[in-house]
Each structure stands twice: as structure tokens, then as C-alpha cells.
């Protein structure tokens, strides 16, 4: 697997497959203590060649690849006789989700379209939850502190939500998962092929799971001698709020030996 590729959210690696869980009740991870993640870190460090442990140099922070995507209002067939509002196309791109998992901004989602600004993206989110308030409809579009959208279930029906998934919310992270998120939280900014080499085995489905659960964050960034950005992942403030940590500099310490140094 490339670096510029985005992992794969498919496996048939057994461990993978079980660590799926699309929850983001914070109870599931309580079982999982910081030396939980340090130990994983080291067996981790131990049973693989300790030169691709080596601690990489923090790259610079950037924002995620915010390239504007292709105009979708061209993308409707000539012969399609019905025509996409904008209303719909924003819609559309909340109701599907950013593939990275982060929210929409208003600048994202006005560039779906021509001749729309950022500000009337936001006065037809307005109408949109208008609309789904009127409709008794369960979707709500919520703003996030970052300023960008989501697509969310209103609260009123999260009960529901959580009586039909039933015994999945009581799902916990599989030991393989905690290893890989011990592998970004020590080396903040490392790539997907990175952590493959230092497992030993595909890792893109617990990086998306991981991803998806906000526990890791995908940042595209261009590799110092050029060239086209690849995904670097980075624990979330999710993260370090779950664990108690005030920054990553408070992870337990792991016995240097590991590295070989």
C-alpha cells in the first residue's frame, strides 16, 4: 500500500473485522487505562524491527486537503428532466459525509456549486432544518466549533437510536485496535504505511474505525521534498480529554530499549 493512498476501510483480517463499531458513547472505552496504551506500544515495538520505531520528526502542521470538488451540479445527466437545487446537493454531501470524517464548512460546500456563497449555504441549512422540523422528520444539520456542518439525529430520538443497536453499544476496542492507536499517540503525524510496516499487517480499517470513533484525526500533508500530500494521522483532543491527558507529553513512558537506540 502507498502513502498517498487512503486505507482502505475494507479487511479480511479477523481482528479488523471485529473492531468495527460506528458508537461514540464514551463508556466503551473505559476499560482502556494509559498503560493499556503504553504496554501496547511497547509489544508492539518489541516483537517488530525497532528501526521503523524510530520517533520521526514532527512534520509540520497543515490543514486537510480542502481541494474544491468536482461541480456537482454538472454531473447530472442531460437527460435527467429533474432539476438539482442547491438545497439538494447540500443535502446530499451532509447526508453521505465527508470521507475523512470531518465536518462540512460553508466554503467546502458552496464550491459543490456555482454561484453560490458561503453565506447561502448557511441560510439553506437554515431552511433545511426548517424544514425537517416542520416535517416532524428525525435529521437535524448542527453546526460544529470548528464552523463547519454535520448530519445528525435530533435529539429527541436518540433513545431510539440507542434501543435499536441494543448490545452493540456495549462493543469495546479489540486489542489490535488499541495497538494502533498506541502507535499514532507515540508517534503523532505517522502514515498508514508506517504503521503497516511497524505491524506487520494492512492497518487502513482500524485507522478509519479509529477515524470514525474521533479518537484519530487524517490530516494531508506534502512530504518535505515534494510531491503530492499523503495522510498523516494524529490523536484528537477527544482523545486526550478520554484518557485524562492535558498533551501527548504525559503518555507513560516506554523503556527506550525498544528502539534499539
Known sequence: MNDDEHPSAESNSPDE?????HLEDDSEFGEISLDDIGAAYARAAAAHD????????????SESDDEPAPDASTENSADD?????PEGIIEAALFVGHPDNQSFTPARLASL???VTEEEVMEMIDTLNQSYKSAEQAL??????DGGYRMTIAPAVEKVRHSFLGKVREARLSQAAVE????????????AQTVQDQRGKDSGALLNQLVRRRLLEMK???????GRKVPHYYPTERFL???????????PLVDESFFGH
Open 17 to 21: 473485522s471485529n473492531a468495527e463499531s
Open 50 to 61: 525497532p528501526e521503523t520505531f524510530a520517533v520521526p520528526e514532527a512534520p509540520p502542521s
Open 81 to 85: 428532466d429533474e432539476t438539482v437545487h
Open 113 to 115: 456549486m456555482r454561484g
Open 140 to 145: 437535524r444539520i448542527i453546526e460544529e466549533e
Open 180 to 191: 494502533v492507536l498506541s502507535l499514532v499517540a507515540y508517534q503523532p503525524g505517522v502514515t
Open 220 to 226: 494531508r500533508q506534502a512530504p518535505a521534498e515534494g
Open 241 to 251: 480529554t478520554l484518557f485524562g491527558l492535558e498533551s501527548l507529553e504525559d503518555l
